[in-house]
């Protein structure tokens, strides 16, 4: 278990001063910091078909950027690149455990665990990114610099695939140690030049934009075959202006929209499911063949405990004390009668569920059946 | 040119009591009437690969749909068969005059043309559509029988691309003669059953779902790359319930949609591309080479005259009096200077410019650069 030491600060001050609003860094965020991977495993993981990463390879102001599977390390020599592979908590159970100290902030607003390893001169440039990240240090040194947000940088691309920043103006300039953590918001310039073989990992956010959000909602009305009500016009008078796009046809065209975004019954079951969609791949392993209900009920009964895969993204919603609640995993939507609270606690905040937490699925054929269904998609498994 | 005699109504009265509220026929609403085209014209144009149609047959209740292009008639045999073209007016000039005498509602409202040929026993059975129609009668009789929206109908499929309603009680019961018309509104069952060889035209209406409305408004979020912004929580707390989707969290996706489809500057400029974008292939003719200004501006003192393409669709918004006229054609938009209605109105609301019309595009010659755009994209071709 990790524990966020937050040094003279606490989980609400940070919220309070620092969320959104400016850089932090946390000297020693985790005393004794051990790497929950290798370089070596990072490597391996940069070779799978499935696991997204890249290689960032800067010489001379020469910018080159490779996606990967990466098939081939030495010839990237000995300094200047980076490697940065994503989700890497879809893989590796003990790197994906590096989330939980943040899990002050709920789930949903969580993204993924992104590692990278970088040789000594490596970087990926000065850039600013949308989402807010927890960037903890690993092994190595690593000097980092970051800024407030500035209008007057310019962006630009040293190749077709990389965004960075004009030079920018630091308030925090530090030489990383292990364990310790930078804190940055969406906005602030950063950048990290790695002065020896190091691992950083970054904790990153997921904030949906205005047309994410509506891109999701359409989606999801096609999928669900919604079509709503038709633009209707029984009042029309006479057009004097065939040509004209009216006024009064406009202000109904904004009716229709904003009916449809503001329908309290809709939309937290579209959010639920569209923020609950994991956006790398994830490592489910189907059991096969299924289990049957009375087989894990047996299980359960002699003891074991299950795990839920890394990366999986769980929440609920539940609109008022007694109503039925949403339960949202991996984008797919769960209905449940309002008492079940609990179980949805259960199968959304916790990563592992102990023997006598495994029990709760006993007592009721529903609750039974619900975990037993999760299993069989691989979301849940016993741990070994 | 076209008539519609509306006998003891006019087209205030007609939306004031009938438009989206019931069906009416209109006995001989186009007195003498003679058919733009011929069935032998409407089969060659079955023929083309870039012409939308399909024949429905039916014998002993035993409902066929096949889509064109149709290689080949000789097999429907003499009875029970329909053949529908949709938008003639893309293809056939004189066709499309007979959507004009319907432009006392706007241009953006009205879809297109559809023009049908049905054996004795040829329809398409009882069925009902979603928009607004005229159903003109052409050559040879037809027995249409028209009911008022009924939720106890049944809808249900005896083909699989074919939607059809249970029986339902006709309001309107006639057979039709050629120039007659029947006004049919959104979800009002009818059928039409060919008493001998006959032809209908269908002047369609169009109106958006919300559905639809989203998924234009996303897409050109897509298309301009407009993100919006991003969900933002500088005043988040600490979460006791790291699972939960809260309500205000909710509260704040869906503010931001609102304010995405509330955007007074951006709605009508998006709308008006969406709307004034055809449904179905244009018979565009690009002249090749393209004409330079002063070939055109030569033309036009010459006394030529031009023709708007067929089916193109084109309306224009201006907010107020002053402001700059947004003009839309084809789904591509033109911002042109608030005192520029005259030029904004002849390039929407007609459907031939007389010499005179042509030479007030002379006057200006940012008037001249708009439109000699407009020949060059093949809308605008002088009429010969
Ligand atoms: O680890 C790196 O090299 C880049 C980290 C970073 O910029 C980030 O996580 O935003
Ligand atoms: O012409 C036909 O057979 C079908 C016409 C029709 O149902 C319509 O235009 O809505
Ligand atoms: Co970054
Ligand atoms: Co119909």
Same mark, same amino acid.
């Given at each position: 278990?990790?524990?966020?030491n937050f040094a003279d600060l606490?989980?609400?001050?940070?919220?309070?001063?620092y969320?959104?609003?400016k850089p932090l860094l946390l000297k020693q965020g985790f005393s004794?910091f051990?790497?929950?991977?290798?370089?070596?495993?990072?490597?391996?993981?940069?070779?799978?078909?499935?696991?997204?990463?890249?290689?960032?390879?800067?010489?001379?102001?020469?910018?080159?950027?490779?996606?990967?599977?990466?098939?081939?390390?030495?010839?990237?020599?000995?300094?200047?690149? #980076?490697? %940065?592979?994503?989700?890497?908590?879809?893989?590796?159970?003990?790197?994906? *455990?590096?989330? &939980? !100290?943040? /899990?002050?902030?709920?789930?949903?607003?969580?993204?993924?665990?992104?590692?990278s390893?970088s040789?000594p001169g490596g970087g990926v440039?000065p850039h600013?990114?949308?989402?807010?990240v927890f960037i903890i240090q690993g092994q190595g040194k690593r000097h980092w610099r970051v800024g407030m947000?500035?209008?007057?940088?310019?962006?630009?691309?040293?190749?077709?695939?990389?965004?960075?920043?004009?030079p920018f103006q630091a308030c925090i300039d530090v030489v990383m140690e292990p364990g310790d953590i930078l804190y940055i918001p969406?906005?602030c310039p950063h950048e990290g030049i790695s002065l020896e073989?190091s691992l950083n990992y970054s904790?990153?956010?997921?904030?949906?934009?205005?047309?994410?959000?509506? #891109?999701? %909602?359409?989606?999801?009305?096609?999928?669900?075959?919604?079509?709503?009500? *038709?633009?209707? &016009? !029984?009042? /029309?008078?006479?057009?004097?202006?065939?040509?004209?796009?009216?006024?009064?046809?406009?202000?109904?065209?904004?009716?229709?929209?904003?009916?449809?975004?503001?329908?309290?019954?809709?939309?937290?079951?579209?959010?639920?499911?569209?923020?609950?969609?994991?956006?790398?791949?994830?490592?489910?392993?189907?059991?096969?063949?299924?289990?049957?209900?009375?087989?894990?009920?047996?299980?359960?009964?002699?003891?074991?405990?299950?795990?839920?895969?890394?990366?999986?993204?769980?929440?609920?919603?539940?609109?008022?004390?007694?109503?039925?609640?949403?339960?949202?995993?991996?984008?797919?939507?769960?209905?449940?009668?309002?008492?079940?609270?609990?179980?949805?606690?259960?199968? #959304?905040?916790?990563?592992?569920?102990?023997?006598?937490?495994?029990?709760?699925?006993?007592?009721?054929?529903?609750?039974?059946?619900?975990?037993?269904?999760?299993?069989?998609?691989?979301?849940?498994?016993?741990?070994?």
């Amino acid at each position: 278990m990790y524990k966020l030491n937050f040094a003279d600060l606490s989980p609400e001050r940070f919220l309070a001063e620092y969320w959104q609003k400016k850089p932090l860094l946390l000297k020693q965020g985790f005393s004794n910091f051990s790497d929950p991977l290798s370089a070596d495993e990072l490597a391996g993981l940069a070779l799978e078909e499935d696991v997204e990463s890249r290689v960032v390879h800067c010489a001379n102001g020469d910018w080159q950027l490779e996606t990967g599977p990466v098939s081939d390390f030495s010839t990237f020599g000995e300094r200047d690149w #980076t490697i %940065l592979v994503q989700a890497v908590d879809h893989w590796h159970a003990d790197a994906a *455990r590096l989330l &939980d !100290p943040f /899990r002050f902030i709920p789930n949903w607003r969580i993204d993924d665990l992104m590692v990278s390893f970088s040789t000594p001169g490596g970087g990926v440039g000065p850039h600013l990114d949308q989402y807010d990240v927890f960037i903890i240090q690993g092994q190595g040194k690593r000097h980092w610099r970051v800024g407030m947000p500035d209008n007057t940088l310019e962006q630009f691309c040293p190749h077709p695939r990389l965004l960075q920043v004009s030079p920018f103006q630091a308030c925090i300039d530090v030489v990383m140690e292990p364990g310790d953590i930078l804190y940055i918001p969406p906005g602030c310039p950063h950048e990290g030049i790695s002065l020896e073989n190091s691992l950083n990992y970054s904790v990153g956010f997921r904030a949906p934009a205005q047309k994410d959000l509506l #891109t999701g %909602l359409a989606d999801y009305l096609i999928d669900n075959d919604i079509s709503g009500t *038709r633009f209707s &016009d !029984p009042a /029309r008078e006479v057009s004097q202006n065939i040509g004209e796009l009216a006024s009064a046809d406009l202000a109904q065209v904004k009716q229709l929209l904003q009916q449809l975004v503001s329908d309290e019954q809709s939309l937290p079951l579209w959010f639920g499911q569209y923020i609950s969609r994991a956006k790398h791949e994830l490592d489910l392993q189907e059991p096969e063949p299924h289990y049957q209900a009375d087989e894990i009920a047996e299980y359960l009964e002699e003891g074991s405990e299950l795990s839920l895969t890394g990366g999986l993204r769980c929440c609920y919603h539940q609109a008022s004390a007694d109503a039925d609640i949403a339960l949202f995993i991996n984008g797919e939507q769960y209905l449940l009668p309002g008492n079940e609270l609990t179980t949805a606690k259960l199968l #959304t905040e916790q990563r592992v569920l102990d023997e006598q937490q495994c029990r709760h699925f006993l007592e009721l054929p529903e609750r039974l059946g619900l975990l037993v269904h999760l299993i069989n998609l691989g979301y849940w498994h016993f741990t070994d």
